[in-house]
């Protein structure tokens, strides 16, 4: 995905956070590059991978 954002004479006083997720960037100022990266931190031992269970219809 390619975003592209432009402000012109953007001013801005005051910035309040009043909470930030576990997946989020708050930037202030520029920058040319952002590169995101993810990771997989979920313990190996509550990791199931097995067969689906299959849904039984509602009735």
Known sequence: MNLQVINRE???NTLNVEA???SSLLLIGDAS????????DTP???LIIG?????????
Do not use: D, M, W
């Not at 590169?35 to 997989?40: E, H, M």
């Not at 067969?51 to 009735?59: A, E, I, R």
């Open 10 to 12: 953007l001013c801005v």
């Open 20 to 22: 930030v997720s576990s």
């Open 33 to 40: 590059t952002i590169q995101l990266a993810s990771t997989f």
């Open 44 to 46: 190996a031992e509550s």
């Open 51 to 59: 067969p689906f269970v299959p849904l039984t219809p509602k009735g």
